[in-house]
């Protein structure tokens, strides 16, 4: 069975969890947010990791694996949905509204059988459920079982009504060992298609054949040549994982997103970047004003006093 120990990390506190293969390392403090992930058998940090707390909240959504509820961009933070309009606070650039309400909060945290659930609840009347338009509570699982780390989510609408429902995972990759060496990733993504994107940065609504990820998808793809900031859809009868292969240490990484998980963001600023985010998405920026399917956008509400759950996972092996 795993193993758990309590630290503290820059004034926060600090729970691993360590299994034979894998020790994933947990912030309640700071949005349950994943801060590290080694692959013990190679001494391997997986993820790009802060070194102090002022640099984790200056670029909260670039290390580690911040938890995203509701993901990605909403042009002007305004939607209709469930004959009702929201209004969500303006956190990008004052124009849009980026990425949920529970990342940087604090959670609650339990240990049992192995296992850390850390929690966060917006009771009514609180400053989170007034911001997002309901009460609604939210507990993630992490497991390590040999080695793969198992990320479960449990939505819980806490209204008597209706809301909208996403979540996000900005699992953000380091692509450089810990003296500095590139990691030399190459990546493959499931059959599938790609929306196109705005000069905003934001989806058009019209999706087509791979070409941003046209060597993702054939296997060929080389992550430190990759500059991105796009979507890409996975057909509905796909196996939904995206699989890494570094050659030095010879590892694959399997990413596994299961339903309603089918799209992903692939975010890296530049050439020289040592990190890629590869992000398992729910719903897709501004999905509520597109003109496309929910079954693509991955709009959806879940009804009063009702549960979601959500599953991810990362597993490590020798290739």
């Keep these: 069975m795993p193993t758990w120990e309590s630290r503290t990390w820059q004034g926060l506190e600090s729970l691993q969890l360590r299994g034979d293969a894998l020790e994933v390392e947990v912030l309640p403090g700071y949005g349950g947010q994943v801060r590290s992930l080694i692959y013990r058998p190679a ?6 990791t802060p070194t102090t707390r ?3 909240q200056g670029r ?3 290390f580690g694996i911040p938890v995203l509820f509701l993901p990605g961009r909403l042009r002007g933070g305004v939607f209709s949905l469930g004959g009702r309009t929201y209004h969500w606070p303006l ?3 004052g124009e849009n509204h980026l990425h949920g309400f529970v990342w940087g909060k604090p959670w609650q945290r339990t240990v049992d059988n192995g296992t850390l659930t850390v929690s966060f609840t917006a009771a009514r009347g609180s400053a989170e459920a007034e911001a997002f338009g309901h009460p609604f509570r939210l507990a993630i699982t992490y497991g390590v079982h040999g080695g793969e780390l198992a990320v479960r989510a ?4 806490l209204d008597d009504v209706a809301m909208p429902i996403g979540l996000g995972y900005h699992t953000t990759l380091s692509l450089a060992d810990g003296q500095g060496q590139p990691l030399d990733y190459a990546a493959h993504l499931p059959p599938g298609r790609e929306w196109e994107m705005g000069n905003d940065v934001m989806p058009t609504g019209r999706l087509g054949r791979p070409a941003k990820f046209a060597r993702w998808v054939d296997g ?3 992550l430190w040549e990759v500059v991105s900031d796009h979507l890409f859809l996975v057909d509905g009868d796909a196996d939904n994982v995206v699989t890494l292969e570094l050659k030095q240490p010879r590892l694959s990484v399997r990413m596994t997103a299961r339903d309603p998980f089918r799209n992903w963001v692939v975010y890296r600023p530049a050439l020289d970047a040592p990190f890629i985010s590869i992000e398992p998405v729910s719903w897709v920026h501004n999905a509520p004003n597109l ?6 956008t991955g709009v959806r509400q879940l009804q009063g006093h009702d ?3 959500f599953e991810y996972m990362i597993a490590v092996s020798p290739n």
């Design 154 to 157: 449990e939505v819980e609408n």
């Design 220 to 222: 060929s793809q080389r």
């Design 307 to 309: 549960r979601a759950v």
């Design 54 to 56: 002022d640099e984790l």
């Design 60 to 62: 909260p959504f670039l």
């Design 91 to 93: 956190n990008e650039r």
């Design 291 to 296: 003109h496309q399917p929910a079954e693509f």
């Design 43 to 48: 001494g391997l940090e997986l993820l790009r």
